[in-house]
C-alpha cells in the first residue's frame, strides 16, 4: 500500500529522519537488509506519516490508513525517481518551508503558509498610500496611527513613504506584520545579521563622528544592543533624540568634509571650545579620516560606487545596499520623531531599538511585541 496523499516535501522530511538514525542511503528497501534498522525506523516513519495527515490533510488521513507501517517506507522512493536529485538542498529547503507551513497551521489555522498567503493577508490605505498585503491586526493599528497623527499634528499631515510589507518567508515581514518607511533615508545603521566584521568597520567610522562633531567619547550606537533603557530615561522620545543627533552630527560631518575653509573655522571654533585643554587636530588628518569614513559608510567615490565588493557584506549607504543612496551625507534617521511616536505608542516595535540582537534597522516597525504578533515572533525563533 502507497499512500499518494504525502507531498514530496513531507517524503524528503522523512528521508532526512531516515538517514539521521541509522546512516541509511536514500532508498528505503534498502532496509529490508538490516532488520534492526528497520525496527527503529518503521515507526518513527508511521508516526511522521499520522503527523503530517493530523496537521495538514485530515480528510486524507482517513482514505489513507496506517496499516502496514513498513510499506508505509516505500513512499520515500518518490522523490528518488526524479532526475539527478540534490538531497541535501532538497533536505534543507524542506526544513526551511516547514517552519512557515507550521506557524500558519498553529496560529492562523491554515494548511500552508501558502494559503496563509492567499487567504489571510488583505490590503489597506495608509495615508493615502496604498499597502498591499498585510495582516488585519496590522491594518487595525495603522489606522490607529493615521488617527492620531491627524488628530494630534493636522488634516493634511504626510506619512513618509512606505517602501516595504510583504516580503514572503522573510521575519515579520514574511506575516504581513511589518513594514518599512522611506529605505533610502533611514538605512540599517549596525548590527545587521551575518554583517558582524563589517560591523567593527563602521562602528569605528561612528565614533569619529561623535567625537569630533559632539565631543563624545564614542557613539551611542553602540548601546543598541542594550535596548531602550541605554538611552536617557528609557522611553522611545529619548532613544530618538540621541540617535536624531548623531544623524544630524553625520550631516555635518560630511558637508564640512567637502568644506576646507567650513572645515577649518569649525575646528578653530567649536572645536575648540569642547575641548579646551587639548590641541586642535590637524586639519589634514581630519580630513583624510572624513573621507575615509565616507567610504566605510557606502558613499560614492572617484574610484567607484560600491564599497569592498568581493564580500556580501553592504554599508548603510552602498548603492548595492538595499535602499542604499550612496550619500552618507544624508544621515541615517530622517523620520520625523512624532511618526516615530505615534507608531510605538500604537503597538510597533521600531526596528532602531526593538530587535533583539539585531537593532539598528532605522526604516522598519513591526509587530513582535503584542498580540498575535508576539506569538509569530516567538515561533519563528522557536523552529529556526
Known amino acids: 500500500m502507497t499512500c499518494k496523499g504525502i507531498t514530496e ?5 522523512l528521508i532526512a529522519a531516515a538517514m539521521a538514525i541509522g546512516g541509511m542511503k536514500a532508498n528505503a528497501r534498502n532496509i529490508e537488509t538490516d532488520p534492526e534498522l528497520k525496527m527503529r525506523l518503521v515507526p518513527i516513519l508511521a508516526d511522521e506519516k499520522v503527523s503530517y495527515f493530523n496537521m495538514i490533510n485530515r480528510e486524507k488521513a482517513a482514505s489513507c490508513p496506517v496499516k502496514d507501517r513498513f510499506d508505509f517506507s516505500l513512499d520515500l522512493e518518490e522523490p ?4 539527478n536529485p540534490n538531497i541535501e538542498n532538497r533536505i534543507r529547503n524542506s526544513c526551511i518551508m516547514g517552519k512557515w507551513d507550521r506557524i500558519a497551521v498553529e496560529i492562523f489555522n491554515y494548511n500552508s503558509y501558502e494559503e496563509f498567503i492567499e487567504f489571510e493577508l488583505n490590503n489597506t490605505t495608509f495615508f493615502g498610500q496604498i499597502l498591499f498585503k498585510i495582516n488585519d491586526e496590522m491594518i487595525k493599528i495603522l489606522n490607529q496611527v493615521e488617527k492620531d497623527l491627524i488628530d494630534n499634528q493636522a488634516p493634511g499631515y504626510k506619512a513618509p513613504l512606505a517602501n516595504s510589507t510583504l516580503r514572503e518567508k ?14 533610502g533615508m533611514n538605512p540599517y ?3 545587521e545579521k551575518s554583517e558582524g566584521e563589517l560591523d567593527k568597520v563602521l562602528i569605528g567610522a561612528y565614533d569619529n563622528i ?5 565631543g563624545k567619547n564614542e557613539s551611542d550606537l553602540r548601546k543598541l544592543k542594550i535596548g531602550r533603557t ?6 522611545i522620545g529619548d532613544v530618538y533624540d ?4 548623531e544623524s544630524d552630527a553625520m550631516k555635518r560631518y560630511f558637508l564640512l568634509m567637502n568644506d576646507n575653509i567650513a572645515l577649518q573655522e569649525f575646528i578653530e571654533t567649536e572645536w575648540a571650545v569642547k575641548n579646551p585643554d587639548t590641541n586642535p587636530p590637524d586639519f589634514a588628518a581630519i580630513k583624510a579620516q572624513m573621507e575615509n569614513d565616507y567610504r566605510i559608510l557606502g558613499g560614492k567615490t572617484d574610484t567607484g560606487n560600491v564599497w569592498r565588493t568581493e564580500t556580501r557584506e553592504d554599508p548603510p549607504f552602498a548603492p548595492n545596499s538595499m535602499g542604499g ?6 544621515g541615517f534617521l530622517n523620520l520625523r520623531k512624532e511618526f516615530v511616536e505615534a507608531m510605538v505608542n500604537s503597538g510597533f516595535a521600531w526596528g532602531a531599538i526593538d530587535i533583539s540582537g539585531e537593532p539598528g534597522d532605522i526604516q522598519h516597525f513591526d509587530l513582535r511585541l503584542q498580540g498575535v504578533g508576539a506569538r509569530v515572533y516567538d515561533l519563528l525563533l522557536k523552529y529556526k
Not at 516535501?9 to 522530511?13: P, S
Not at 540621541?242 to 543627533?245: A, D, K, P, Q, T
Not at 543612496?325 to 544624508?330: E, Q, R, S
Open 189 to 191: 545603521v549596525l548590527n
Open 170 to 183: 522573510s521575519g515579520m515581514h514574511g506575516w504581513g506584520m511589518a513594514i518599512d518607511f522611506d529605505v
Open 210 to 214: 561623535a567625537k569630533l562633531m559632539l
Open 242 to 245: 540621541i540617535l536624531r543627533e
Open 80 to 83: 528518488l525517481k526524479i532526475k
Open 325 to 330: 543612496t550612496g550619500d552618507p551625507a544624508t
Open 9 to 13: 516535501k513531507t517524503l524528503v522530511r
Open 230 to 235: 541605554a538611552f536617557g530615561n528609557g522611553s
